[in-house]
């Protein structure tokens, strides 16, 4: 299995930028198609974007769209999440997830089984 462990959240200005790291250790890393959920105080989780395993395929959110840019590297088992423009309905914790379902690029939680601790983001109009 794999092991997943977030960094890079923090607060920031409306209209910033941060970009989120997830660091995978344990079974090998190009093995798993990526993704990237948040979930706000009283809110259901909610995916961000997600990432194929080798071919560099990506799925956003309508919301995020234009904004975020999920990318990975192979090399460092490590995928990333752009986050640009920043908005504070984009305040949430922020969820790196592994999954072997590599057909296509998946966008429902459950389809998932692997999971970091998180990391908080917080925009401040």
């Known amino acids: 299995q794999v092991q997943l462990v977030e960094s890079g959240g923090g607060l920031v200005q409306a209209g910033g930028s941060l970009r989120l790291s997830c660091a995978a250790s344990g079974r090998t890393f190009s093995t798993y198609n990526m993704g990237w959920f948040r979930q706000a105080p009283g809110k259901e989780r909610e995916f961000v974007a997600g990432?194929?395993?080798?071919?560099?395929?990506?799925l956003y959110a309508d919301s995020v769209k234009g904004r975020f840019t999920i990318s990975r590297d192979n090399a460092k088992n490590t995928v990333y999440l752009q986050m640009n423009s920043l908005k504070p309905e984009d305040t949430a914790f922020y969820y790196c997830?592994?999954?072997?379902?590599?057909?296509?690029?998946?966008?429902?939680?459950?389809?998932?089984?692997?999971w970091g601790q998180g990391t908080q983001v917080t925009v401040s109009s």
């Open positions: 990432i194929s395993r080798s071919d560099g395929t990506t």
């Open positions: 997830a592994a999954t072997l379902y590599t057909k296509y690029v998946r966008s429902q939680a459950y389809e998932y089984g692997y």
